[in-house]
């Protein structure tokens, strides 16, 4: 029901209620029988036996434990003590994850107030706020937090914080006149108060009509229980490739077994080559590369003030080709700022932002001294008595044990820029107070839409200063201050007015009019009508949330990176679109949009509209899901940023959900898979660039396994064609995959990003692992392995008349030699020349560690039987070597030969 559009005797009557007596204790028990207790459902809850279960039914995880088996039935029992951590590990970390997101509902709930104050049998009593029920009479006061959706009936200077919900930068005034409009969304509906919002100011009367999921809170908790969150890019392409993967290595390592069976190789030695390849081929540590990368890049992104809650969530930043930014808090800094003030014809612009009392004033490009302005003096001084916001200096113990200032607000934000202002041009509340004494004060109210104070000067002359709204100030003024003199306002001078208003408004500023009258000595003021009259208009002070400085240059690399910024805020429509071109994120000709026309398009009519779109205002919370399911509907990989309850349902159904980690609601953080614990839109342009850099890596990691892997599949295929004896024994084979898939393959994921990373293109959500000629670079590099590993095998088997065990040797070190000289060919998109080798420490260190376990088994006697080896002489190491490198050093140079893209 539009209760918004009710008058008050409508309101009463259809909410089945006395304005006098209130509810009666019986007809509030039997409503609560009826709609039920006044809290957010918890839907259904899945048992936590049943989740950690469903960890383990990913195909990638029953393959792996298919490997466990398998390498247990082959007794390498190692090998499947490791594979089983890794099954663990990955179902521990699904696990946790999911029992946290169900943490969103649970603070959801914590914004009802435990209590209310009602009217139940004709008196004001406490009732605890999951007994209250549609219809009952409720008072609201400064400070309480509202429980339930109100239709206010009586108001008194009644200012709520409406921020969580609705995204409005300041306290909303709040009447209980009707409305007319029809379809309002909820930060309109100014005669009606909404669950989880708080009262800063003022007291009011209302009736209950919405209670527990009927409220607009509970709209959001069902958003929340009904949105499912997205599946990464990369959970999908490792899916698909382990797949994939699975089914060729079992065809190859089947046709090797098959071929080597028909050429008279005994079965017991083909089914443990078979097996050996099996395991080796299968990707068994793609899941534990995979964890450790993100891991990594978790632990980095700490460092950059980002709070990664589930790990996929880094690598999909890097594919985001969308980010959906609320303006308050995110882009902006959530501190109204006076910037600009008119008086007499003349602008002077205001420097510095925030709280802190540090700033210039300059006109026509000069600072200026305000104390030797008349008017701006004026203008200042008065702004500041006419306010009852405080300026309070903290220290705040940093890090390094040093104290930081910081600069907070107690009071109503409007009222705290121009305290602000004042500040910095030198006039303070204590300073003032030595010259005048305030002595009455007629408080705001929507109605007038003003609030003014009567001063005593230490003559005993007293002043009455008004501020408000420019245009009910300026139709009370009979003159206004010119420079060093006075001048009546007339049609030409209302003129100048108007146009000095709307300068400002185009400038997305919040005015405030600030005007005095001296009063005479004996004057009497019967009624503020009289006294708020014949008024003398000193100026204007502007202001504005502004943008946060160093937000400007991260859009601006993030277009540079191929990803558009969105604004989607619940805020006015004017400010959001003057903010968005400050922030060059609303071009020249683009469209804004806002709620009311947004809830005219079907799905896919919004879905065909939105890519010419680049600020959404005025939007609900269902809008902004909505507009995120949109844009996926379009294919692309969406961020989406917030930091109220009104942003959860987004947050969750976005590809990646950020929240603001100073400001942002608990509920919004539950939803989020990142939280910026610096509240710093920069941040995320941090968690590109990582997530980008985590994406290379593992697909550097996928290169090296898999063109390794295929050099050895094709060196025992390729023998067993051309009817030669096994190049490899079964134990040579695993202990290869223990050396070279190990260690070198983890420091991969521990590599720097390539510089150019920020300058590409965002990668599609349609692109496979293999995409970017990234299958003939495992294909070229596996064959080329694969041959010189077989030639070096058949020249040392003709040279010594036969020797299985050295050529076997012979053929272990080459392949081994050639994967971990290959690893260096991988860190580079273009070739192994574009890159210094030493960049990563840990890939040297890897890659000497692993060749020492290589030396062990050749040169430890214990062992050499164990592993079929016998000692390389120098001569053959410089075979062993030579060839090793062609698949690098050869096909990297013809690719140095092709021009970056």
């Known amino acids: 029901m539009s209760w918004y559009r009710d008058e008050v005797k409508e309101v009463i009557r259809k909410a089945g209620t006395d304005s006098d007596q ?64 890794i099954v663990l590990l990955n179902g521990v970390l699904g696990f946790v994850q999911e029992r946290r997101a169900e943490k969103s509902l649970d603070a959801l709930k914590e914004l009802s107030a435990p209590q209310m104050t009602a009217k139940r049998d004709g008196q004001w009593v406490k009732v605890p706020s999951i007994d209250i029920v549609p219809g009952d009479l409720v008072r609201v006061e400064s400070g309480d937090r509202i429980s339930a959706d109100i239709r206010l009936i009586q108001t008194n200077e009644l200012r709520v914080d409406e921020a969580s919900l609705t995204g409005e930068s300041v306290p909303v005034q709040k009447n209980s006149q009707s409305l007319i409009e029809e ?29 527990g999921m009927k409220t607009e809170m509970g709209k959001i908790a069902h958003l929340l229980q009904t949105t499912e969150s997205q599946v990464t890019p990369l959970q999908l392409r490792l899916e698909q490739l382990g797949k994939m993967l699975i089914a060729v290595a079992l065809l190859l390592t089947g046709l090797v077994v098959v071929i080597g069976l028909l050429q008279g190789h005994e079965l017991n030695t083909m089914f443990l080559s078979g097996v050996s390849l099996a395991v080796a081929a299968i990707p068994e540590g793609l899941p534990a590369i995979v964890t450790v990368a993100l891991a990594l890049g978790v632990q980095r992104m700490i460092k950059r003030k980002g709070i990664v809650r589930k790990l996929p969530a880094v690598e999909t930043l890097g594919c985001a080709s969308v980010i959906c930014s609320d303006k308050t808090g995110t882009l902006t800094q959530n501190k109204m700022t006076v910037t600009k003030l008119w008086s007499g014809g003349r602008f002077w612009d205001v420097t510095g932002t925030g709280f802190e009392p540090k700033g210039s004033f300059v006109e026509n490009g000069k600072a200026i001294q305000p104390i030797q302005t008349r008017e701006l003096a004026q203008l200042l001084s008065f702004g500041l008595l006419c306010s009852h916001a405080t300026i309070t200096e903290q220290q705040k113990d940093s890090r390094f044990g040093r104290a930081k200032t910081q600069y907070v607000l107690d009071g109503d934000p409007t009222e705290g820029a121009m305290v602000v202002a004042a500040l910095k ?24 839409k003003m609030m003014s104070v009567i001063v005593k000067d230490r003559s005993g002359q007293r002043i009455l200063i008004t501020k408000g709204a420019p245009d009910v100030v300026t139709g009370r003024s009979s003159q206004m201050i010119d420079q060093n003199r006075t001048r009546k306002v007339d049609s030409k001078t209302r003129n100048e007015l108007e146009n000095a208003i709307a300068d400002m408004a185009s400038q997305a500023l919040r005015t405030i009019a600030i005007a005095f009258r001296v009063l005479s000595p004996g004057e009497i003021l019967s009624n503020v009508e009289e006294a708020e009259s014949r008024l003398t208009l000193i100026g204007i002070q502007g202001m504005i949330d502004p943008p946060r400085p160093e937000v400007k240059q991260s859009i601006a690399e993030c277009h540079e990176a191929g990803i558009r910024t969105l604004m989607i805020t619940g805020d006015h429509k004017l400010t959001a679109a003057a903010i968005a071109k400050q922030l060059n994120i609303l071009p020249d000709g683009g469209k804004v949009m806002d709620g009311q026309s947004l809830s005219k398009l079907s799905d896919q009519e919004l879905a065909a509209s939105i890519d010419d779109m680049y600020v959404f205002a005025r939007v609900s919370p269902q809008h902004k899901l909505r507009i995120v399911q949109a844009l996926q509907e379009n294919g692309h990989i969406v961020a989406m940023t917030g930091d109220g309850v009104n942003d959860a349902p987004a947050i969750k159904a976005a590809n990646i959900g950020i929240a603001m980690g100073i400001t942002g609601t608990d509920v919004a953080k539950e939803a989020s898979s990142l939280i910026l614990s610096d509240d710093n839109f920069s941040t995320i342009k941090e968690a590109i660039k ?25 060196v025992m295929l390729f023998a067993m064609i051309l009817g030669l004896p096994l190049p490899l024994a079964a134990i040579q084979i695993l202990w290869i995959n223990l050396v070279t898939d190990g260690l070198p393959a983890m420091a991969l994921g521990m590599d720097q990003a390539e510089g150019d990373v920020m300058k590409r293109k965002p990668r599609s959500p349609n692109e496979g692992v293999f995409a970017r000629g990234l299958t003939w670079k495992i294909l070229s590099r596996g064959f080329m392995i694969g041959a010189v590993t077989l030639a070096a095998f058949w020249m040392v088997y003709q040279e010594h008349d036969g ?67 016998v000692p390389v002489s120098l001569r053959e190491w410089f075979l062993v070597l030579g060839l090793a490198s062609i698949p690098t050093v050869v096909l990297g140079g013809f690719q140095l030969l092709k021009p970056k893209k």
């Open 22 to 85: 209130g509810l009666s204790e019986k007809e509030a028990k039997k409503r609560l029988k009826q709609v039920g207790p006044n809290k957010l459902d918890e839907g259904k809850k899945i048992s936590a036996l049943l989740v950690f279960i469903g960890q383990f039914k990913d195909f990638m995880v029953l393959v792996l434990l298919a490997a466990t088996l398998i390498s247990g039935l082959i007794g390498e029992v190692i090998d499947a003590i490791t594979i089983m951590c």
């Open 183 to 211: 379809e309002l969304e909820v930060g309109d509906q100014e005669n009606m108060l909404f669950m989880g919002t708080m009262i800063t100011q003022g007291n009011g009367i209302g009736v209950v009509v919405g209670t």
């Open 425 to 448: 041009a030198g006039y303070s509340k204590e300073g003032l107070a030595k010259q005048y004494q305030i002595v009455q004060e007629f408080p705001f109210d929507s109605t007038r």
């Open 690 to 714: 990582e997530g980008r850099n985590i994406y290379e890596n593992i697909r550097k990691f996928i290169r090296y396994m898999l063109a390794s892997n295929v050099g050895e599949i094709l």
């Open 803 to 869: 020797d299985l065990t050295r050529a076997q040797t012979i053929a272990f070190l080459t392949l081994v030699m050639a994967q971990l000289i290959h690893v260096f060919d991988c860190r580079s998109e273009y070739s192994v020349y574009h890159r210094n080798p030493f960049e990563n420490i840990y890939l040297v260190a890897a890659v000497l560690i692993s060749t020492g376990l290589m030396l062990a088994v050749i040169y430890i006697p214990s062992l050499q039987p164990i592993f079929h080896t």
